[in-house]
């Protein structure tokens, strides 16, 4: 199979718009965490989220406007502007603006969300119940489609290959990267423009993963303590909003062009649960049969992996179960394995995490450096694994592990390896 | 310009995002404000809202300029 690299880099989280800028607070220990004040949430049970700090584009804020004009906006929801703008940053990086039909030819675009537009469909709810079926907008459904993240960023750009988009709950932004890779090293494209957007902060997202008992509630007064993987009074995940979208591409397309090379793709796994809706299973295994089924297509023995990006949403469940299946995994390697939750940062961005990981794993191997988890202090279990407390942590990395598990079971593991020309 | 005609007017540079020196009486949605087949559909939606009258389809296929809507409001708007 043909090898892929990872050429371009797009990102607006709640650090922020830019991949350089995120990357820098990420590794400073800044916390994108905030109370909610967009909408009503003295009547719901978690009120702090990961929220992108808007502005006019300065020090690092998000300005839509740049992306897509006021009157556009209203067309879509915001899932799909962060998707168009993280879409834009990476081909950028990437300097990849196909202009023969060839080359438009060969780039396709796949990425996926893990709800869509709920914000959008909320409001239309209330509009139908109060005014009618007639006062509902013909931009309604094309604004919500989860496909039409990557449709947009197809017409905007101009990228005819395949176009395809990815739902997996938690797990989106891996699998979205994982099968774009896929579809280069099998030949139906050169380049894809690959990952995740997701934009939940909304009332009825709030309401609806509190009833799921997944959210936070702790730390309402104290929103930048309450994401907190490992750690012994972790009580839930935190939900944050954005994108993250990487340019990949086909080795030698790559080199032809003397494009620079972030890191190589090197394996690919998934797996399910078989076993809740909403629950990990209690043994782990779909997890560990995942980063499995990720190395062996790597070709990577388990004491290879330097940095592990952990799933790690800082649920009282998950972490430990993903822990277990880490150690499992490693065997007497546990010792010299770094492995961190940046959730504990920006919180769980759903559809966007994976990818937005993905992102932070690449530029651990370009920068020989493991972000920390945030707020981890005291962990609820005893592990010979670095758990990355708090600061950041230079370290040789040639081997990073990106895992995502996401509700229904569904389970992504990636593997980057540094290139070397 | 009869009343009518400013708030159709006003309508169109709202959801089209467009100059207002360009809504001429002539202008077709499509072709010179640069609207697609759904803008329309919605611009046809921002009309009926404000002037508190029902545009059919039939009656929305035959609105392509802004003096086609302003025409069929002053002959069917509730709230002129």
């Known amino acids: 199979m043909r090898r892929v690299v990872v050429t371009g880099l797009g990102i607006v989280c709640p650090l922020g718009a830019g991949v350089e800028t995120v990357w820098r607070r990420l590794i400073a220990g800044e916390s994108g965490l905030r109370k909610i004040d967009q909408f009503q949430v003295d009547d719901l049970p978690a009120k702090v989220a990961g929220v992108i700090p808007r502005g006019d584009g300065s020090e690092g804020t998000f300005n839509a406007d740049a992306v897509l004009e006021p009157k556009e906006q209203r067309k879509v929801d915001d899932f799909i502007t962060f998707a168009m703008a993280a879409a834009e940053e990476a081909l950028a990086d990437a300097g990849w603006a196909p202009q023969t039909e060839d080359d438009r030819c060969a780039t396709g675009v796949l990425i996926g969300s893990g709800i869509g537009g709920l914000q959008g469909i909320e409001e239309a709810a209330h509009i139908l119940r109060d005014k009618g079926p007639r006062r509902i907008s013909p931009f309604f459904i094309p604004g919500r489609l989860i496909n039409l993240a990557s449709g947009q960023v197809s017409i905007r750009h101009g990228l005819k290959g395949p176009n395809h988009a990815v739902v997996t709950a938690c797990s989106t932004g891996a699998h979205a990267i994982g099968d774009a890779s896929r579809l280069i090293a099998l030949g139906d494209a050169d380049v894809m423009v690959a990952g995740g957007a997701e934009s939940p902060i909304c009332r009825i997202a709030v309401a609806g993963f509190s009833a799921c008992r997944a959210l936070s509630t702790a730390f309402n007064d104290e929103p930048e303590r309450a994401s907190r993987p490992y750690d012994k009074l972790r009580d839930g995940f935190v939900m944050g909003e954005g994108a993250g979208i990487v340019v990949l591409e086909e080795l030698e397309h790559a080199r032809a062009r003397g494009a620079k090379i972030y890191g190589e793709v090197v394996g690919y796994g998934m797996s399910g649960d078989a076993y809740h809706i909403t629950a990990p299973a209690m043994d782990g295994d779909g997890a560990f049969r995942c980063m499995k089924a990720a190395l062996k297509r790597a070709g990577v023995e388990p004491s290879e992996i330097d940095y592990i990006n952990a799933h790690g949403t800082s649920t009282p469940l998950g972490d430990e179960i993903e822990l277990g299946a880490v150690t499992r995994l490693v065997g007497n390697a546990a010792g010299k394995i770094t492995m961190s939750s940046t959730k504990s940062a920006i919180g769980h961005l759903l559809g966007a995490a994976g990818a937005v990981e993905a992102i932070f794993s690449v530029l651990a191997i370009r920068d020989q450096v493991a972000p920390p988890t945030l707020n981890l202090d005291d962990p609820s279990v005893e592990t010979a694994l670095d758990l990355v407390p708090h600061k950041a942590k230079p370290l040789s990395i040639d081997v990073a592990l990106s895992n995502s598990f996401g509700f229904g079971g569904t389970n992504a593991s990636l593997v980057f390896r540094r290139y070397a020309a | ?80």
């Open chain 2, 1 to 80: 310009m009869s009343d009518i005609a400013e708030r159709v007017k006003k309508i169109v540079i709202e959801h089209l995002g467009v100059d207002a020196e360009k809504v001429t009486e002539n202008a077709s949605f499509i072709d010179d404000l640069g609207a697609d087949s759904l803008d329309t559909v919605e611009l046809v939606m921002a009309f009926e809202e404000e002037f508190g009258c029902e545009i059919p389809d039939d009656a929305a296929e035959t609105i392509l300029t802004v003096g086609d809507a302003t025409r069929f409001l002053e002959k069917n708007a509730a709230q002129a």
